[in-house]
């Protein structure tokens, strides 16, 4: 093993699972953008959270209405990541251009994703400055999941997705 710097190491972290962040800014605009950096952080309550850059208009987005959604995108949703991550809510309404396709929420007033694995509907609980990112956590205030969707999209680096899905199944026991 050899010593290597933190962008050489974590260059090999790849793939990882990708969400999509969805949010609803204070004027009705409703943003999506991928992330990667996310994670379940609670169980009872059931809690997630995400790291979003200052600089996003999701960011923006999330404090205006203190909700959005992580919704699990779909073996179909390649074109629609790369798109949503590539253009900016500042520059004007991503989602006509997206090919996403959303239906309202039942607890926030953040719309879900159709076509996605799940949608996971969260209240804004807590925020945590990290260096060039803030930690979003949010309350599972209501979840959704499609059962016609065959498996969940990662993302593999260089603009290029694939399907998570089992393959073999194993089961390992103690001894």
Same mark, same amino acid.
């Given at each position: ?35 990667? *950096? ?21 960011? %923006? ?28 809510? *500042? ?10 396709? !959303? ?15 799940? =949608? ?9 400055? !990290? ?23 990662? =993302?593999?680096?260089? =603009? ?9 199944? !194993?089961?390992?026991?103690? %001894?």
């Amino acid at each position: 093993m050899r010593q290597t710097t933190p962008e050489e190491a974590l260059a090999r972290k790849y793939p990882e699972w990708i969400v999509l962040v969805v949010s609803r800014a204070a004027d009705g605009q409703v943003d999506v953008m991928p992330a990667g *950096w996310s994670m379940v952080c609670s169980g009872t309550p059931p809690m997630y959270a995400v790291a979003v850059s200052p600089k996003r208009f999701t960011h %923006k987005a999330i404090l205006d209405s203190q909700a959005f959604v992580i919704a699990a995108p779909g073996p179909d949703m390649g074109a629609a990541v790369w798109y949503t991550g590539s253009h900016s809510g *500042w520059d004007g309404d991503k989602m006509p251009h997206s090919g996403l396709k !959303t239906t309202p929420g039942t607890a926030t007033p953040v719309p879900l994703i159709e076509g996605a694995v799940f =949608n996971l509907e969260c209240r804004l609980t807590h925020q945590m400055e !990290t260096g060039d990112h803030t930690i979003f956590v949010g309350e599972i205030v209501a979840a959704h999941v499609d059962d016609e969707v065959p498996g969940r999209l990662m =993302n593999f680096g260089d =603009n290029v997705y694939g399907l998570a899905r089992l393959i073999e199944s !194993t089961r390992y026991e103690a %001894k």
